[in-house]
């Protein structure tokens, strides 16, 4: 692999099998630079989109990587731990290892775009990935 790795948005298809099952609800995931295609040894960075309605990523924590997020375009809901905190273009969330977090998208006509990060892995499979089921 070599010392650097380029590649364009329009270029990554978007990561299959993450679907609702998993808490990835209406939304696409781009996996821009990880292991797989960068040969990246410790981070993940990736592009999510979630579609305008009902569409996030539920509460989920992995227990082998720092995240951190960046919301370029819309409006939205951090969750972070207990927690649902109001975001909009513009502001960046960072979540813990093992923090529960996750992100949903609150308007009905425009898709929120968040740009986001693994630090101390490089793959899901290394980060850990565990779905806090729904609350009763």
């Known amino acids: 692999m070599a010392d650097s790795f ?25 996996f821009l630079v990880d292991a797989m295609g960068a040969g990246a040894e410790a981070v993940v960075f990736g592009r999510a989109v979630f579609a305008p309605g009902p569409s996030e990523h539920q509460w989920h924590r992995h227990p082998g990587a720092e995240e951190f997020v960046l ?24 979540h813990a290892k093992g923090a ?18 693994w630090a101390g892995a490089a793959s899901k499979e290394q980060a850990g990935y ?7």
């Open 6 to 30: 380029h590649v364009g948005i329009d270029d990554v298809k978007p990561a299959p099998g993450l679907g609702p099952d998993q808490g990835w609800v209406g939304m696409t995931v781009q």
């Open 71 to 94: 919301l370029l375009q819309g409006q939205g809901i951090v969750l972070d731990g207990d927690n649902e905190i109001p975001v909009t273009a513009g502001d960046v969330a960072f």
């Open 100 to 117: 529960w977090h996750g992100f949903r998208n609150t308007s009905d006509t425009e898709e929120a775009v968040m740009i986001w990060g």
């Open 130 to 136: 565990e779905l806090r089921h729904p609350r009763k």
